[in-house]
C-alpha cells in the first residue's frame, strides 16, 4: 500500500510549487533498472489513487500476471495534466521531460521508450492520450480508462452534455476566457491524433482505450469517438466499451487489473502465436474467407 512515507517532491519551475508524487513498486525488487509508469489520477483528485494502483498491482505481481515495474504517480488539482493557456502552469510539459528523467534516476528506471509506460483514469485519462500522442516515440504503451475527452475535433461543436460537470470558469482557466478554441484544439486528443496522426501511426506505442457504456459523465461518448477516428486512420489500437459499467463503482477494480495485464504484454510480448502461423500458411496469406463456410 502507498502511504505518506510514498510522498516525494520534485523541485520545478514549470508548475507552482513543484510537484507532489507517489511511489509505487513491489516490495520485494529485483535488481536492475525497471519499468516506468506514470500514472495520472483523474478531476476527483489523488486520494487513493496511489493506494488502489498498489493494491492491483500487489495482486498482479504476486500471481505473476504483471512484471515488476514502478508506478509514479503525481499529485494536482484539477489542472486536465495541461499546459494552460496563460502559462500559470505547465503539467504536461513536466510530466514529458523532467519528471520522468529525475524518477528514472531517482529510483533507477529504465528510461528507454519501451519500458515508460502511461496509465491514467478519467481526467488522468485525457492526460495520458495527451502525452502520448504528443510524444509517442517517448512512450512503448498507454491505457485510457474512461478518459475526459469529448466526442468533437473543434470547441465550437462540444455539446453541453459532454461539459456539464465541468464548471465554466475551470474551462476558462485552463483554455483561457473566452475559451480560445485553438489552445482547445491543440491539446485535445482526437484532434491532436486527426491533425497528426503518421508520427503515432508509424511509432512502436500501444494503445488501449476503455470505458464504460453507462458513463454518467458520458465519457463514453469520448471514447467511442476517439475509437473510430484510430480505426479510420488505420492506427492500431486496443478497445473496450464495457456493457453495464458506470464511471465509479464495482467494475473499476477489475478494468484497472485489464489495463495493467495490457502493458504486462507491452513489456513482454507473447509473440507469433503457432496456430495462427500456420492457418496464414495455409491460407497463403490471404484474407476475407472462412475455412469451414
Known sequence: M???ENVERFETELVPGGVEYEVVAPEKRPVGALPLLLALHGGNGHEGFAALLAWRLGRLWASGEVPPLVAIVPRSGRSFWLD????GARWESVLAGPLLDHCAAAHDLSAAPGSTLLFGISMGGMGVL???FRHPTRFGGVTALEPGIEPALRWADVQPEHTFFRPQALLEKLYGTPVD???WEANHPPAMVVSAPEPV????LK???EAGNQDMLN?????????RQLWDLGIQHEYRLIDGADHIGRTLPGRVDDALRFHARVLNPPGPDPEVEAVK?????????????
Open 84 to 87: 494552460r493557456r496563460d502559462g
Open 130 to 132: 495527451r502525452l502520448a
Open 181 to 183: 478554441g485553438d489552445h
Open 219 to 227: 465519457l463514453h461518448h469520448g471514447a467511442e469517438f476517439l475509437h
Open 2 to 4: 502507498a502511504t505518506e
Open 281 to 293: 500458411k495455409l491460407l497463403g496469406g490471404k484474407r476475407g474467407f472462412l475455412l469451414d463456410g
Open 201 to 204: 501511426r508509424s511509432s512502436a
Open 207 to 209: 494503445i488501449y482505450l
